[in-house]
């Protein structure tokens, strides 16, 4: 298994470049599924989710090829045998095969994804969805059996605005009869991009950017191309990144509309940042000023960043309450920051971090995507060598994270545990 290998304290400079939105990526993949025949994605990165979606494409029979950003995808194929166990349970985001697959053939297996590390996370959101538009849903044998003859608009109001059910109803209602309506719907970039990319392909889907999307039926899509939304989040560890021990770091491309709750916090706490176009240039804040954060929807501060500020603060003048709203338990970091020699303290979905004057290297563990990227901003400030193990965490979501990082002059390498 690879790890990384960091030793900190190098100012950190140039260039850094933002690949394609892993979360815009996934559920467009899905939504091939929608029409059958060939699209091309421009701007997709190549990650382990990526890779998994594709594999998953594959089994239910379609054909993906990725060459340098590019990926080609033949849905032409695609039938709907179950998506299986093994793959879902290593991705949660396989679940967006539920709409498209229950569109296009009025039935749809998806085994129940189960729990992750920071909590159960649930989909009954999603199942609600696919109700509300006239479908059966059955639980057997820890699959999804979800089957309508005809999918119907309907008025849907989602109790939490999930990301993940506003996808997933949003692919399903596209070909149903009539119109549907989504409340309190996901306005994150990604659903956006999602729902640019279904009106690419021939859908009309109304209220783009907004929390209320109307969705009128069509009977026919047809294959698009499209080309994939800046990362935010890859953008916005960047950021703090370059907040933490950057000299005009510059990081593009991005869409600055899409980070602005992150940007005014990291302005907050001292580092200097000038937005020209889709270029973000950072320098480091000297001192780094405590400041609390509350993790939201879209457009508030993403729960996607909360662990990247946490490494943040470790070593800020003064205290500072990270309060997580979206996942109460998204906080495995909190120990394996502890061991870099931060002071965070938590109790419920609320963590207290008192700033430190240094981190020490030591040896820490990657949990999840975000855990990971925090132990990596923590280990690049940090005196002396950390060994972050279990990287294919951040293999996950961030492409070629220690290259990029290298050409910052970072010092850190990948090795072979
Ligand atoms: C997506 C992102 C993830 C991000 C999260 C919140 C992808 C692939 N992943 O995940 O990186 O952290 O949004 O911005 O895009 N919930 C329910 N029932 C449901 C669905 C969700 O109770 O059926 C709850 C969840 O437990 C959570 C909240 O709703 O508390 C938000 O989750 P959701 O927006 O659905 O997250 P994901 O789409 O899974």
Known sequence: MDKLVARGGNILSGHIPVSGAKNAVLPIMTAAILAPGKYTISNVPNLRDTRTMSKLLEIIGGAVEMDSGTMQIDTSGVKNPEAPYELVKTMRASFYVLGPLLARFGEARVSLPGGCAWGPRPVDLHLKGMEALGAQVDLEGGYIIARADELVGTDFTLDISSVGATGNIMMAAVLAKGVTTIENAAREPEI?????????????????????????????????????????????????????????????????????????KVRRAGADIRIEDNKLLVTRAAPIVADDITTAIFPGYPTDMQAQWMAFMATAEGSSVITEEIYHDRFTHVAELNRLGANISLEGNVAVVKGVDSLKGAPVMSTDIRASASLILAALIAEGRSDIQRIYHIDRGYEQIEKKLQGLGADIVRENA
Do not use: C, Q, W
């Open 192 to 264: 956006g991009a999602l729902g640019h990319f279904l009106n690419a392909m021939g859908a009309d889907v109304r209220g783009i950017g907004s929390d209320v999307l109307e969705i009128h039926g069509v009977d026919e899509l047809h294959s698009a191309d499209y080309t994939v939304i800046p990362d935010r989040i890859e953008a916005g560890t960047y950021l703090v990144l370059g907040a933490m021990s950057g000299e005009d770091l510059e990081i593009s491309p991005v869409n600055p509309k899409h980070m602005k709750a992150v940007i005014d």
